[in-house]
């Protein structure tokens, strides 16, 4: 390894490559360039165990636009539940940083999901209910909202849920859409930045806020062509 590798790998890895904003590991994620193989820590607040499905769903999507040949597993851990009702941002940084073990190391890119126990304090320039991505590598679920939300006969299978909104959430630290790379075809939505313009694609606005439950199928939505062709021209397939 000769010492610009070195800098290359001191650069990417470790607590600092995963304080950037979201969408900047988009090529990582996406590619081997740089990193063969993915890692998930799936950290939960106790009672709040997302379901064996979401995770499937989740590998799945992953192993379907992401090139990571030496695979993708999942860890999943508990943590106390913290019973704050509601967590800002400031929040959930604190928790990431108490409770985050893995961070990219070698040849494998490390993502954090968090599940909280209750709901997201609202800012005003804020709209995001369900969950949010927060820095390049780094999402949260809000499992009160999710819980409340699911079940019932009207109201969407928690499962799917679940796995719509972090599918979703983790569609922004691939780079959708138009967050740190460029759009193959312009379809940003006007009036809600970084989503999608098409109601019908997994990237759509809505998905993460409560106008979900208006429309919501039983099963995950789908990225559309345009956001598929923006992850192929990053690196992804
Ligand atoms: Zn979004
Ligand atoms: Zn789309």
């Known amino acids: 390894m000769d010492n610009s590798d070195e800098y290359k790998e001191a650069l990417y890895t470790g607590v600092s490559a995963a304080r950037w904003d ?134 969407p299978r928690k499962a799917i849920l679940e796995a719509t909104v972090a599918l979703h959430e983790m569609g922004h630290l691939m780079g959708l859409v138009n967050l740190d790379n460029d759009m193959v075809t312009p379809h940003e939505d006007e009036e809600h930045e970084s989503h999608c313009d098409n109601k019908d694609c997994l990237m759509y606005w809505a998905i993460e806020t409560n106008s979900i439950f208006n429309y919501m199928q039983q099963s995950v939505p789908t990225l559309d062509d345009n956001c598929e062709l923006d992850l192929r021209a990053n690196g992804g397939r």
């Open 22 to 155: 979201v969408g900047k590991s988009a090529n990582f994620l996406l590619s081997s360039d740089q990193f063969t193989a993915m890692e998930l820590e799936l950290v939960y607040m106790e009672g709040f165990k997302p379901s064996d499905q979401m995770v499937e769903l989740m590998v799945a999507f992953l192993e379907k636009y992401t090139l990571k040949p030496d695979g993708i597993t999942v860890v999943l851990k508990e943590i106390p539940a913290m019973n704050l009702g509601e967590y800002t941002t400031e929040d959930i940084a604190k928790i990431e940083e108490d409770y985050r073990e893995r961070y990219n190391e070698g040849t494998t890119v490390s993502v954090f999901l968090l599940v909280v126990d209750g709901d997201y304090k609202k800012s005003e320039d804020s709209s995001f209910t369900i969950g949010a991505a927060y820095r390049n590598t780094s999402l949260v679920l809000f499992g009160n909202r999710i819980a409340e939300n699911s079940g019932g006969i009207i109201k």
